[in-house]
Nanobody, 125 residues
């Protein structure tokens, strides 16, 4: 059974930083694309960043390009999202997700098979 467990969310002032972690278990993820999405109250879930597990190619939403960095630790089966220069509009519930069906820039929620429970990020102004 695939499980994704996020951690690292919290409350931070604008301009601050947070690092989210997502630890995966249940099978081999070497062929997967793993991603972070976020959902603010009243809004749809949106793509933030993704990484191909095998090669480590990364992709970002325009809104976070240059501020966020996605990375992975193969030995720990963990994907990270380093978030710098945070803004109030980054406030959302952040989810990690994985898919073995697609690679590359995979931005649609329907393309992902497994999701974590989410971790809250709140940025105060």
């Amino acid at each position: 059974q695939v499980q994704l467990v996020e951690s690292g969310g919290g409350l931070v002032q604008a301009g601050g930083s947070l690092r989210l972690s997502c630890t995966a278990s249940g099978r081999t993820f070497s062929r997967d694309t793993m991603a972070w999405f976020r959902q603010a109250p009243g809004k749809e879930r949106e793509f933030v960043a993704s990484i191909t597990w095998s090669v480590g190619n990364t992709y970002y939403a325009d809104s976070v390009q240059g501020r966020f960095t996605i990375s992975r630790d193969n030995a720990k089966n963990t994907v990270y999202l380093q978030m710098n220069s945070l803004k109030p509009e980054d406030t959302a519930l952040y989810y990690c997700a994985t898919t073995g069906r697609r690679r590359g820039r995979v931005t649609k929620t329907d393309d992902y098979d497994y999701w974590g429970q989410g971790t809250q990020v709140t940025v105060s102004s």
